[in-house]
């Protein structure tokens, strides 16, 4: 149950009308009183006799009583309660009985207060209701309404236990505002999945990845498609921003503006500006400039990879930083999520996409970032925007899968890290963008581990029970679970592409196994495989390495002769 406390106001009138009227898109149906302070309140939605007008005297008479310079410059006060979609649809009675315990929970008119404010619950749809209420007593004090947002929720999660309903996670504040009935109606009339809002969240939120500085940012912006109008100072100081979507416009044929803060609380040209600080390129980097942008420019391939370094660099300190150093590390991961998102393949772009909208309630909390902890996956976010989309097959594709499973990590040790700071709504939202991001992995990774797969089972078998006594070795205690799966076979090419490659695949094995613990991940092999080309820096790709009897390490004694023609390399496979 998700109740919402909307701005105060002073229009009585006119807040009845809207709720008893036909709504923005016709979305009201039998508009109606379940409850109010006097159970013989008109009701203007079944009385033929009774108007908006009679409910807005009686509401309003506490206030018109008060004399006209003691009363409040803004006394309407509105909540909105509704069901989640999966509830089932509650009778009039229920929800009477809901909007008496949230009059009573914030302050409006609690229990057995004879001098209560006057209010009002009107339902004009099944899963939810609005009450009205004006904050002026009976005895001409006004109403103790503060931390009414809090009261509302702790007794939304009473009324969830005892009507059976979806028990939601408790907020923090910290959320991105949600998108208004009508806003949500308006949607459905475009054909469009998400509102607006969200739909301009999303866009800000990916042009802010990995940005370098403000010409930058509103580049994107304008790039992205949005309207774009800035607030300057008589100084010319940049102040804020607003965008808008140039469909979507108002009854006039104007565009709908949101402010940066309005879409979320890290949008705000302030909170963007905190990332640009220390945001200049790593030295030493393998990358070409790019003088159009100013920014490193690097191949898919290579960005991926450096993305998924810096991811596992994040994953570890996730395990043992302090707070504030974590919180600056899980929102620059939402930026390399976001940057993955914008530049994937079609076939994994649905899932990221999706994993990236859930994970953004993840990176806000009370806990203010540090974020110069967080350069790294910065600048992991700068470069993925900038290397440009992946094709989805060869190197790029086959980094792609390794990142999305070093992602995958990252947004799971959030999800521990928020669930155990009791950040209800984050460790949700971080559980829900990981199983987008399986998904993802699902749709990336198989073509490139059939490769190794395929290579494994190719191997001779001396080589692979060569293999196999690098596993017993490395992870004794996890050896015979990796044997009994079907990626088994990839993990063996890949321990042979690494002996091959000059290193010690048991000390590498052990060492990919001990940093972090396995048990959240579907296959232990898949992810020993992408962990061990990354830290071997093997091809991501397999199929660009040599035939799998070429995985003795050194031609000296004792050594398989490498085969030198397709005949050789033929019968050798046989």
Not at 31 to 40: C, E, F, G, N, Q
Not at 182 to 200: D, I, P, W, Y
Not at 403 to 422: N, P, Q, R, S, Y
């Amino acid at each position: 149950m998700i109740p919402s406390v909307h701005d105060m106001g002073d229009d009585t009138y006119g807040l009845l009308k809207y709720l008893y009227g036909p709504g923005n898109a016709e979305e009201h149906i039998d508009p109606h009183l379940v409850a109010a302070w006097d159970r013989l309140a008109p009701d203007p939605g079944r009385d033929p006799r009774a108007t908006y007008g009679d409910l807005q005297r009686l509401l309003d008479q506490p206030v018109m009583a008060l004399p006209e310079s003691a009363r409040p410059a803004e006394h309407v006060w509105h909540l909105s309660v509704r069901a989640a979609p999966e509830d089932p649809i509650l009778t009039d009675e229920q929800w009477a009985d809901i909007a008496r315990r949230m009059v009573s929970a914030t302050g409006i008119a609690p229990d057995g207060d004879d001098d209560a404010c006057r209010w009002a619950a009107v339902r004009h749809a099944d899963d939810h209701i609005h009450i009205i209420a004006t904050v002026v007593r009976h005895d001409g004090r006004q109403a103790r309404i503060r931390h009414d947002g809090a009261r509302s929720q702790a007794e939304a999660r009473k009324i969830e236990i005892d009507y059976g309903l979806r028990r939601l996670n408790t907020g923090d504040g910290t959320a991105a505002k949600r998108p208004s009935s009508a806003e949500r109606h308006k949607a459905n009339r475009r054909g469009k999945e998400r509102t607006s809002r969200e739909e301009l969240r999303e866009t800000v939120r990916r042009a802010a990845a990995g940005v370098a500085g403000e010409q930058e940012f509103f580049d994107r912006l304008a790039a992205a498609g949005l309207l774009v109008s800035q607030r300057v100072a008589p100084s010319g100081d940049l102040l804020g921003y607003k965008v808008a979507l140039p469909e979507d416009r108002n009854e006039d044929q104007e565009p709908i503006y949101y402010s940066g803060s309005t879409l979320a609380p890290d949008l705000s040209l302030p909170r963007i500006r905190e990332r640009w600080a220390g945001n200049a390129p790593e030295p030493g980097r393998d990358a070409t400039t790019d003088h159009s942008s100013g920014s490193a420019r690097v191949s898919p391939s290579t960005a991926r990879r450096q993305a998924t370094s810096a991811s596992w660099q994040a994953v570890l300190l996730v395990d043992q930083g302090d707070d504030g150093q974590i919180a600056a590390l899980i929102a620059a991961g939402g930026e390399v999520l976001d940057a993955l998102a914008k530049t994937s393949a079609a076939h994994t772009r649905r899932e990221l996409r999706d994993a990236a909208f859930a994970f953004e309630r993840a990176t806000r909390s009370h806990i203010r970032a540090q974020r110069g902890h967080a350069r790294g996956l910065r600048q992991a976010a700068r470069d993925l925007v900038h290397s440009g989309p992946a094709l989805g097959r060869g190197e790029d594709g086959a980094t792609t899968s390794m990142l999305i499973d070093m992602m995958f990590f990252l947004v799971t040790a959030a999800a521990h890290w928020h669930g155990m700071k009791e950040h209800a709504q984050q460790a949700a939202a971080a559980r829900q963008a990981a199983e987008h991001l399986r998904a993802a992995y699902q749709a990336a990774a198989p073509v490139y581990l059939g490769v190794m797969h395929q290579r494994g089972r190719r191997l001779s078998q001396p080589l692979q029970r060569k293999q196999t006594a690098h596993l017993r070795q490395a992870v004794p205690e996890l050896a015979e679970q990796v044997l009994a799966e079907p990626g088994w076979y990839a993990l063996a090419a890949t321990l042979a592409d690494v002996e091959s490659a000059g290193h010690d695949p048991a000390a590498l094995l052990a060492e990919a196994a001990a940093r972090r613990e396995l048990g959240t991940a579907d296959s232990i092999s898949d992810v020993l495989v992408w962990r061990l080309r990354r830290m071997a820096d093997l091809p991501a790709d397999a199929s660009a390495m040599p035939g799998p009897t070429a995985t003795a390490p050194t031609a000296g004694r004792g050594a398989a002769k490498r085969p030198t023609n397709r005949k050789e390399r033929s019968a050798k496979s046989r």
